[in-house]
């Protein structure tokens, strides 16, 4: 039966750029519209629907909607007037200015945009209000439809205090904890002893790793409270917070659930998310290497009972922790549509949204449990705009941006995003979802591998190295994962892909390539262009060189020693590099693009291929991305390396004394001011960017001298904030 429920999600891409002009916008909108299909019979659902959220699962929701003949209604902040949602959807309805309490969040202002355009139902998506009992209400009240929960189980589930009460009366594995509401720091402090340390101190509301620390000790449980409950009611106007005890060496494993309003629960094949930074998921799979269908089984039948507890209906997830023994215990329930949601649909042909909608309007579920089966493996990485080396968000305009392309279904980019479109410190960070599906676990990580080695994004800093280098590394590829892997792999944190001597050969030949490519095609402009001008500047040039490429930049510069043969046959060369065994090298590159398709031979050993991007040139060489990571290439004729060892290189600036905002942001608080002495590890400041806050600590014993800062103003990033003596 499922098999017939196997859906196809149309990408929505558009070559055009993200700023229309309000005139454009309608016709814009008309270029996006997914044709219903022909097909398939849908059911009486709703004829229009509003999509209460922004970004890629606005974009996502109205894919589905689209498909199934129902018209959309968008909702835009300023800052979203020319976002690629608003251009998707039938209408769109201004809600407010770009900060998320008066516009995503503005309820009033969104049952308004509900009245005017006469939508039936609502799809609040995930975040923002898709969590909010009280915008239930407010539907409830106005007679439009919410595509998700009822209030009453919303309420109950969604406070994460009140749903372990309900989960531990349904027999369902809970952690142990203090089940109420923590006063303060000293009351946290208190149960923390009491459960014993690790403890994890967390938002009761909402979800996405937002108010959530983990206290090994008193002062991290008094730090924890603090920043936990700031966080919490910035996020979700609720600040209240729990403590349970942390699991040591845990997975983070969930188990979807779907239900209807006449009693019908099932549930799918689990999710796991281990891999997190600082409490958000970073690179989740389906099915969990670790769960066998005896714990999965048990696992989904506790979900179901606890669904069923509070008369649940629509898609949820309830979330659990499980030990090394695969001991499980649940930790909280979402009562909403997930973001890793596609991984569950390519593994299982459900199309979570549609099943919402059809569960809204009051249909009875389409399959039973025993029509779930699972199908192959997905994997889904959530690329961010943001150092992966200090997490911190980056902001600015995508003026490169080319999503991956598949063959076949293999490969799927859920984004709301377009080439030119800007990432504001207003909202998330998060560019793109991008999943991967194979017949095998296996098969699953190549695609993903491939995909990010070819997703193309210039203007903003993203986590592209990072995903590339956990889903190629050995331990991943076991399998053995928690929610430590990234601090226990990184622990002085990521700092880019350390090279092989194979990717290292790769990188070296790739530039040396690309070097030659270029050279030989200014040869060919000087000639004259054309194809016989350019036989005759091959026939004139030298065909073999001399270089020396230097790999990285400044203390960590490695040079290498590079001859370059040119081979018999076309656009291949032999690369001897240090001396050593020559390796053959060719490409697919057309000169200037993004990407480098080249396959490294050595001997009689098995080829290499890998797909390297080419992100710019500079007076002295070019800057190429391999595995992800970026390295700055000079490539110099050794007289050039020569003399350059005579040139003085520019002094650096001392910011030893300074304090820089680590990213644009809004400055929650400053702790300290002109003249106080404060201790290496002191709290100076706390600076918010993207709903989540950065505490500043004195890198060293100092006197402050100078605070240019104050509670609320606006930071840009690398601003200096506090200069010491």
């Not at 050995?474 to 001597?501: D, I, M």
């Not at 595995?627 to 350059?644: V, Y």
């Not at 002191?682 to 993207?690: I, P, Q």
Request: charged share 25%; hydrophobic share 40%; proline share 5%.
């Amino acid at each position: 039966m499922l098999a017939q429920l196997h859906f196809n999600i149309v990408s929505g891409r558009c070559g055009a750029k993200a700023f229309f002009s309000p005139a454009l916008r309608v016709a814009a909108r008309r270029a996006f519209a997914t044709a219903p299909s022909a097909t398939a019979d849908y059911g009486k659902t709703f004829d229009k629907i509003l999509i209460a959220n922004r970004g890629e699962i606005a974009c996502r929701v109205i894919k589905t909607a689209k498909k199934m003949g129902i018209k959309t209604v968008a909702i835009y902040s300023d800052a979203d007037a020319n976002s690629l949602h608003v251009r998707m959807a039938d209408e769109a309805v201004h809600v407010g200015p770009p900060p998320t309490s008066k516009s995503y969040l503005n309820i009033p202002n969104i049952v308004g945009a509900i009245k005017s355009t006469g939508a039936q139902a609502v799809h609040p998506g995930y975040g923002f209000l898709s969590e909010n009992s009280h915008f239930v209400h407010a539907l409830d009240e106005i007679g439009c439809t919410f595509i998700g929960p009822n209030e009453s189980a919303m309420a109950a589930m969604g406070d994460k205090i009140q749903s372990k009460i309900i989960a531990s009366e349904a027999k369902v594995n809970t952690i142990p904890g203090f089940n109420g509401v923590v006063k303060d720091a000293e009351h946290a402090v208190e149960i923390a002893r009491n459960i014993g340390y690790p403890v994890m101190i967390k938002a009761s509301a909402g979800g996405g790793g937002k108010g959530m620390r983990i206290a090994w000790n008193d002062k991290e449980a008094r730090e924890a409270f603090k920043i936990s409950s700031s966080e919490a009611m910035s996020s979700f106007g609720d600040d209240r917070l729990l403590v349970e005890k942390f699991v040591v060496d845990p997975r983070h494993i969930e188990i979807q659930l779907i239900g209807d309003k006449h009693g019908n629960v099932v549930y799918l094949p689990e999710r796991e998310c281990s891999i997190q930074r600082r409490n958000q998921k970073v690179i989740e799979e389906a099915p969990s290497v670790h769960i066998d269908a005896a714990t999965r089984k048990a696992m989904g039948e506790q979900a179901v009972a606890l669904a069923k507890q509070v008369g649940y209906y629509s898609a949820g997830t309830c979330e659990f922790l499980v030990d090394p023994k695969r001991n499980f215990y649940f930790l909280e329930m979402n009562t909403r549509l997930q973001v890793e949601h596609p991984i569950t649909e390519y593994i299982t042909g459900l199309d979570l949204v549609e099943q919402m909608i059809r569960v809204a309007a009051g249909q009875h579920l389409s399959f039973h449990q025993k029509d779930v089966k699972l199908q192959g493996w997905a994997f889904e990485s959530r690329v961010y705009a943001e150092d992966p080396e200090k997490y911190l968000p980056s902001i600015g305009t995508l003026n490169k941006y080319i999503e991956p392309v598949a063959e076949g279904n293999e490969v799927r980019c859920d984004s709301g995003i377009v080439e030119g479109s800007e990432i504001s410190v207003y909202y998330d960070p998060l560019i793109c979802k991008l999943c991967t599906y194979g017949e095998t676990r296996d098969i699953a990580i190549k695609n993903m591998e491939k995909a990010l080695d070819s997703y193309v994004i210039k203007g903003v800093t993203h986590n592209i190295p990072l995903l590339r280098d956990v889903i190629s590394h050995p331990r991943f590829k076991a399998g053995k994962l928690s929610t430590a892997f990234l601090a226990e792999e990184y622990p002085a944190g990521f700092k880019g892909h350390a090279l092989t001597p194979e990717t290292r050969e790769e990188l070296v030949a790739s530039a040396a390539y690309v070097h030659i490519q270029r050279q030989l095609r200014n040869r060919t402009w000087l000639a004259g262009g054309g194809d016989m001008a350019s036989l005759a500047a091959r026939s004139t040039t030298p065909q073999e060189w001399e270089f020396v490429v230097a790999v990285g930049g400044g203390e960590n510069s490695v040079e290498h020693t590079v001859k370059v043969k040119s081979m018999k046959k076309d656009d291949t060369f032999s690369v001897q590099i240090d001396g050593g065994k020559a390796v053959e090298i060719t490409a697919d590159w057309n000169w200037e693009a993004p990407l480098v398709h080249t396959t490294v031979t050595s001997g009689s050993a098995p080829a290499r291929k890998a797909t390297l991007q080419y992100l710019a040139s500079s007076p002295l060489g070019y800057t190429l991305q391999l595995h992800g990571t970026q390295f700055p290439i000079t490539i110099l004729t050794p007289r050039q390396n020569t003399l350059k060892r005579h040139m003085k290189e520019k002094p650096k600036l001392d910011l030893t004394r300074m304090i820089l905002a680590p990213m644009p942001g809004t400055v929650v608080s400053v702790t300290v001011k002109e003249g106080d002495t404060v201790a290496e590890g002191s709290e100076l400041a706390v600076v918010e960017a993207m709903k989540m806050q950065n505490v500043l600590r004195a890198p060293r014993v100092g006197k402050v001298k100078k605070v240019y800062v104050k509670a609320g103003a606006s930071v840009q990033g690398d601003e200096v904030m506090i200069e010491f003596e």
